[in-house]
């Protein structure tokens, strides 16, 4: 092949170290000349010891340079902190853990490509799933001067086929199918296996990588400033740490075990199972503190454009304007959404005990619900309830005169 028009090409591989990114890395430097800069996100899913095993192989199959990206303070900053503002859980289960960081990582992916002087930028993705969609639309919105290219897409590799070519190159390191495929990350690890294909099985538990240690149950206070969690047990931390904290405290009880079924970008079901004690535990206590703290109608709209976010975050469209319009919103409706949630950690799940804040609505000035009132006479009551009662009454009467 005539390469020699795109020999001083830089290219910015999206990398992991799996089979897929691998075969990309060796590919495309060595068949197609590309000077390949291999880079990866971490999203909260690696540990030191993980980023220097990526870096090896990503050299030695090939790659001009590897680069991690330390993105955990930014993925909290810009998409996990309006996730728990909208207490987001798609189809009422799913805390958006692979989806949200996808769209991070793809950001950072394409500005790196743009610091660097990239020609064009290449990832891993297959045709079947929801990660190409997301990291061609960020790519195109951002840069549409760089080429997008998914060679194992676009040649329809089959994972033997991928094998098979690294081990003609001399790369043998062991690429056996694990029987279930986890992707961790600050917001949740995703479980995937041979169950979640079909539509009539669950996971077993050792599928799921955190397994019970704890037995007795344990109390736990975690406090809001403004809808952030700012310390555990009275004890202060960034809510990162805080997160990261509270994952490892719950996930010794097995919590936040569940499987996630939905549509796809590209139109159809899907199942996958998950891990995300710690994301599930934040929502609902938040929601718990809202529920004491914010007006019916604040916590109405919040629950329609909380979902809307985490729809168009799930599609990909986290660059449209009208997601910063929603993350205006849901901010300002954090305004007195501070205090402390009472938790209760038992295996396999938790319950929420009590709130306390000094914005709490459940003033008993103003009297106790189904108790007694301090504020209105029972005359003000049978007047309201008369008023309040007219639209149905006369939509009542003329309709049984028309029937």
Same mark, same amino acid.
């Given at each position: 092949?005539?390469?020699?028009? !795109?020999? =001083?090409?830089?290219?910015?591989?999206?990398?992991?170290?799996?089979?897929?990114? %691998?075969?990309?890395?060796?590919?495309?430097?060595?068949?197609?000349?590309?000077?390949?800069?291999?880079?990866?996100?971490?999203?909260?899913?690696?540990?030191?010891?993980?980023?220097?095993? !990526?870096?090896?192989?990503?050299?030695?199959?090939?790659?001009?340079?590897?680069?991690?990206?330390?993105?955990?303070?930014?993925?909290?900053?810009?998409?996990?902190?309006?996730?728990?503002? &909208?207490?987001?859980?798609?189809?009422?289960?799913?805390?958006?853990?692979?989806?949200?960081?996808?769209?991070?990582?793809?950001?950072?992916?394409?500005?790196?490509?743009?610091?660097?002087? $990239?020609? /064009?930028?290449?990832?891993? #993705?297959?045709? /079947?799933?929801?990660?190409?969609?997301?990291?061609?639309?960020?790519?195109?919105?951002?840069?549409?001067?760089?080429?997008?290219?998914?060679?194992?897409?676009?040649?329809?590799?089959?994972?033997?086929?991928?094998?098979?070519?690294?081990?003609?190159?001399?790369?043998?390191?062991?690429?056996?199918?694990?029987?279930?495929?986890? =992707?961790?990350?600050?917001?949740?690890? %995703?479980?995937? &296996?041979?169950?979640?294909?079909?539509?009539?099985?669950?996971?077993?538990?050792?599928?799921?990588?955190?397994?019970?240690? $704890?037995?007795?149950?344990?109390?736990?206070?975690?406090?809001?400033?403004?809808?952030?969690?700012?310390?555990?047990?009275?004890?202060?931390?960034?809510?990162?740490?805080?997160?990261?904290?509270?994952?490892?405290?719950?996930?010794?009880? /097995?919590?936040?075990?569940?499987?996630? *079924?939905?549509?796809?970008? !590209?139109?159809?079901?899907?199942?996958?199972?998950?891990?995300?004690?710690?994301?599930?535990?934040?929502?609902?206590?938040?929601?718990?503190?809202?529920?004491?703290?914010?007006?019916?109608?604040?916590?109405?709209?919040?629950?329609?454009?909380?979902?809307?976010?985490?729809?168009?975050?799930?599609?990909?469209?986290?660059?449209?304007?009208?997601?910063?319009?929603?993350? $205006?919103?849901?901010?300002?409706?954090?305004?007195? *959404?501070?205090?402390?949630?009472?938790?209760?950690?038992?295996?396999?799940?938790?319950?929420?005990?009590?709130?306390? #804040?000094?914005?709490?609505?459940?003033?008993?000035?103003? &009297?106790?619900?189904?108790?007694?009132?301090?504020?209105?006479?029972?005359?003000? /009551?049978?007047?309201?309830?008369?008023?309040? %009662?007219?639209?149905?009454? !006369?939509?009542?009467?003329?309709?049984?005169?028309?029937?």
């Amino acid at each position: 092949m005539n390469t020699s028009n !795109i020999n =001083n090409k830089k290219l910015v591989l999206a990398y992991s170290g799996g089979l897929d990114t %691998s075969y990309c890395a060796l590919h495309l430097s060595k068949d197609q000349g590309y000077e390949v800069h291999a880079v990866s996100v971490n999203t909260g899913g690696f540990d030191d010891e993980e980023i220097q095993d !990526i870096k090896e192989k990503a050299l030695q199959l090939g790659a001009h340079s590897y680069t991690s990206i330390d993105a955990i303070q930014n993925f909290y900053d810009t998409v996990v902190k309006y996730l728990i503002f &909208g207490n987001v859980l798609r189809n009422n289960t799913y805390p958006l853990s692979v989806s949200a960081e996808r769209i991070v990582q793809a950001i950072e992916i394409v500005k790196y490509a743009q610091k660097i002087g $990239a020609n /064009a930028i290449a990832h891993g #993705s297959t045709g /079947a799933g929801n990660d190409q969609v997301r990291f061609d639309m960020i790519f195109q919105i951002i840069a549409p001067e760089i080429e997008i290219i998914t060679p194992i897409r676009d040649k329809q590799l089959s994972r033997e086929a991928e094998i098979r070519y690294l081990q003609e190159h001399g790369i043998s390191y062991s690429w056996e199918k694990a029987q279930y495929s986890i =992707n961790k990350g600050l917001w949740g690890t %995703s479980v995937g &296996g041979v169950e979640t294909l079909t539509s009539e099985k669950g996971l077993p538990s050792e599928a799921y990588p955190s397994q019970l240690k $704890a037995q007795k149950s344990k109390e736990v206070k975690l406090s809001f400033t403004k809808g952030e969690l700012t310390a555990i047990d009275g004890k202060p931390g960034t809510p990162v740490l805080n997160i990261q904290k509270l994952q490892e405290m719950t996930a010794a009880y /097995a919590i936040g075990r569940d499987i996630h *079924v939905g549509d796809t970008i !590209i139109g159809i079901k899907g199942r996958v199972g998950f891990e995300a004690a710690a994301p599930l535990v934040v929502i609902k206590a938040h929601h718990l503190l809202e529920k004491h703290t914010l007006s019916k109608w604040q916590q109405f709209q919040k629950e329609q454009l909380g979902n809307f976010y985490g729809m168009l975050l799930h599609e990909g469209n986290y660059l449209d304007e009208v997601m910063r319009n929603i993350e $205006a919103f849901l901010t300002d409706t954090q305004k007195n *959404v501070s205090g402390d949630v009472f938790v209760t950690l038992h295996p396999y799940r938790f319950e929420l005990t009590g709130i306390q #804040s000094e914005y709490d609505l459940m003033a008993v000035s103003f &009297g106790s619900y189904g108790e007694m009132n301090k504020a209105w006479t029972a005359s003000d /009551a049978k007047g309201f309830i008369k008023i309040l %009662s007219n639209p149905a009454k !006369i939509a009542t009467q003329v309709n049984k005169n028309h029937d």
